[in-house]
């Protein structure tokens, strides 16, 4: 595979030769290790100082896709399509223009598309032993795979995207690693759980969280017996599921003792007691079977009363009666925890940067965290009313962001961003052939602290959680893949194939016809590039220069020379850091 160039930064950008030829070779040649540390010193620069189911372009009458009517879209209009959906297309950008943000909201509020349902389909674990007779057997039960491939393919194509958008969040705050529990039928289950209650509410979420059959398998709940419980979910539930290991100020910030040190949220005792109260659950057992091959990952758990502590227990202020039931003592632990002080402005700072910016304010983490305590008619936990509150906060909107707003796009992020931008319809496994190099293969974290820790530090002042997948390798890889889907985003690649042989999946193709129109005229496709890739952000020489270099592509078929040049101001747009950090 021929590695493809590394971005060219915005301050490149900037004083690119006026010849687009010798920029496309400047592009294609500097491959260095020497660029991946400017582009990570332009990525902190660039943080600090400001700087329907149809395939994405299949609407071209539409006045945004104009030299002139995608200039003048606001660019509030495609920030908010960033931070609400998996990336701007002219449809989700005319939707916005069209009801305004509170009714898009509502509108998207109403939605359901996405579905793992299917995929839901629970087969002993012993099961590819048997079936000898099918070599992808472990693929297609046991992996990843189809459920992240599901994943990427309703991200780029199905309606409902602010649900998806939420649901993803949730699965970075809730973590389950199919790296450790491999049963996808567990997995399918449990993402569909939290797409169903992207927006009910947060007790609910955290019920369903605790007693869900996969989350027994990862975080060892399930089985867990009086005597010598586990206490690997007591302790994750309170550290990073609710209200953190520190107490919190209403605006995130930590709440400080007379020494100046930070106060602990819960003790080791709480931990303990919290592990007895959540013993005496076990797995479904499914097909006739009563070994462990019948372990059902994918429903609810269910008492195993042999093994529940009877006694006593105290934890978090809160005491669970000697004799109280299996239920009486997971719904007083989740009560706990989700009326804990320190869950709002915690879950609404975790909200907010996975939505919007890695560095707001305190005063919006405070104004998120009050709509979560209560949504308006005395409702805490309201998820409609935290994303409303994070989407709709003045420092959320604005044409002009503030100079520390924004954050590092995840891998994930990008590429479905392009995907969309460009218009692919796709199954979803081109996408999951290649997103491990990146460092974000999608439901499969390192562990349940996800792929990266919230407070991940930028500098001495900000953090930027995405930042800790960048190294040399992953950026290389991402820019292959952008690159690879661009300047040779042809149908036929190999990786656009189903090559993993998922049952009834198509396979990806993106859809450039379209594009062909738009590349005829240089003016008109920088312009659409700006407007779909960098929310019309890019400067008068940035448009120079991807001008340029779109004039310096000549073909004898004026069509491919259309295409070829689209694809090239694609690339040019989709490697630079005004694409990978949304502001």
Known sequence: ???????????????????????????????????????????????????????????????????????????????????????????????????????????????????????????????????????????????????????????????????????????????????????????????????????????????????????????????????????????????????????????????????GATLPNYTPDDVRGVARALTGWTYVKSGGLTDASANNHTLPMVPKTQNYDRAAKQFLGTTVPAGATQEASVAAVVDAVFNHPSTPPRLAKLMIQNLVTSNPSPAYVGRVAGAFRDNGAGVRGDMKALVRAVLLDPEARGDEPRGDAGKVKEPALALVALARAIGFRT?????????????????????????????????????????????????????????????????????????????????TTPVWDGWDAIGSDPDRLVAVVNLLLLSNSATGAQLSAMRSAALSITDPDATLQARKRAQAVLYIAASSPNFLVDR
């Open 1 to 259: 595979m021929t590695p493809a160039p590394t971005p060219t930064p915005s301050a490149q950008l900037d004083q690119a030769p006026a010849d687009g030829a010798a920029y496309l070779v400047q592009l294609a040649s500097d491959f260095a290790s020497g660029i991946i540390d400017a582009f990570w010193r332009f990525l902190a620069l660039f943080t600090t100082n400001g700087g329907s189911w149809q395939a994405g372009l299949a609407t071209f009458s539409q006045p945004v896709l104009t030299a002139d009517g995608a200039a003048a879209v606001p660019p509030d209009v495609v920030r908010f399509a960033k931070q609400a959906t998996f990336g701007p297309t002219p449809d989700s950008i005319s939707r916005i223009a069209a009801l305004g943000f509170k009714g898009w909201l509502d509108e998207q509020f109403a939605m359901h598309g996405a579905s793992y349902n299917d995929l839901i389909v629970w087969v002993p674990i012993n099961y590819c032993k048997t079936n000898t007779d099918n070599p992808k057997c472990w693929e297609f039960n046991f992996s990843r795979y189809p459920t992240a491939s599901r994943f990427y393919a309703d991200a780029v194509l199905a309606p409902d995207q602010l649900r998806q958008r939420v649901a993803f969040a949730l699965s970075q705050i809730l973590v389950v690693s199919a790296g450790q529990v491999k049963n996808g039928a567990g997995l399918a289950s449990y993402q569909q759980m939290l797409l169903d209650n992207a927006f009910g509410n947060y007790r609910d979420v955290l019920q369903k969280v605790t007693m869900h059959g996969y989350m027994g398998a990862y975080l060892n709940m399930a089985n867990s017996a009086k005597g010598a419980p586990s206490e690997n979910y007591a302790r994750e539930l309170m550290q990073l599921f609710a209200m953190g290991p520190v107490q919190l100020n209403q605006d995130g910030t930590p709440v400080l003792g007379a020494s």
């Open 427 to 507: 199954d979803g496994v081109a996408f999951v052939n290649r997103d491990t190099p990146t460092g974000q293969p999608v439901f499969e974290a390192p562990s349940v602290f996800n792929f990266y820790p919230p407070d991940y530090p930028l500098n001495d002042r900000l953090v930027s959680p995405a930042s800790k997948l960048m190294s040399a390798g992953s950026v290389m890889a991402l820019q292959t893949i952008l690159y690879d889907w661009t300047i040779k985003g042809e149908a036929g690649r190999a990786d656009f194939t189903n090559n993993i042989g998922v049952p009834n999946f198509t396979g």
